[in-house]
């Protein structure tokens, strides 16, 4: 049954979005929908990433609300650092993490928090997956940084997922 529905509930959730977005119900929808439904997951079975594991669920709340204080600390003060800009401009700078973390599933959740947190953007990871190329900002300390970063993020993530 798996080979044929590799993935049920994307299949249920394909036909039912495709029947919202054409607003109808008629039997040529219905059927349309569910020819998307059944081979949309077939066809990119090969795409899906690999099972996810978590080893300490616990850390997931923690990492949340961690992440979450960051985004409104940082939100104040690239707020701040572009009404101040004039004055005393940022001091934008590349930096290279050194990373630990080697899980797919680690490494997107890490990509996707480094997305959200504001004043960050990665950049560029290493074919090995042991630096991370960041853009910040405004970097006062680079040792700080990169320490923050990694116990912030990348340890519970670890701790999740290895």
Do not use: Q
């Not at 299949?11 to 054409?22: E, F, G, I, K």
């Not at 409104?72 to 973390?101: E, Q």
């Not at 190329?133 to 970097?139: E, I, K």
Request: proline share 7%; net charge positive.
């Amino acid at each position: 049954m798996k080979r044929l529905f590799p993935a049920p509930w994307l299949s249920l959730a394909l036909w039912v979005l495709w029947l919202v977005l054409n607003l109808s119900l008629s039997p040529g929808n219905l059927v349309l929908g569910a020819i998307l439904g059944f081979c949309a997951p077939l066809m990119m079975r090969k795409l899906r990433p690999l099972p996810i594991r978590i080893r300490r669920p616990g850390v997931i709340l923690r990492l949340f609300l961690r992440v979450g204080l960051d985004v409104l600390v940082s939100n104040l003060a690239v707020a701040w650092g572009v009404l101040n800009a004039g004055r005393t401009p940022p001091r934008s700078r590349f930096i290279k993490v050194p990373l630990d973390l080697r899980d797919a599933n680690g490494l997107a959740a890490l990509s996707m928090i480094t997305t959200v947190v504001p004043g960050t953007v990665w950049s560029e990871l290493a074919l090995d997956r042991s630096i991370l190329l960041l853009h910040v900002w405004d970097l006062a300390d680079e040792a700080s940084f990169i320490e923050h970063f990694k116990t912030a993020y990348e340890r519970p993530l670890m701790e999740i997922f290895e």
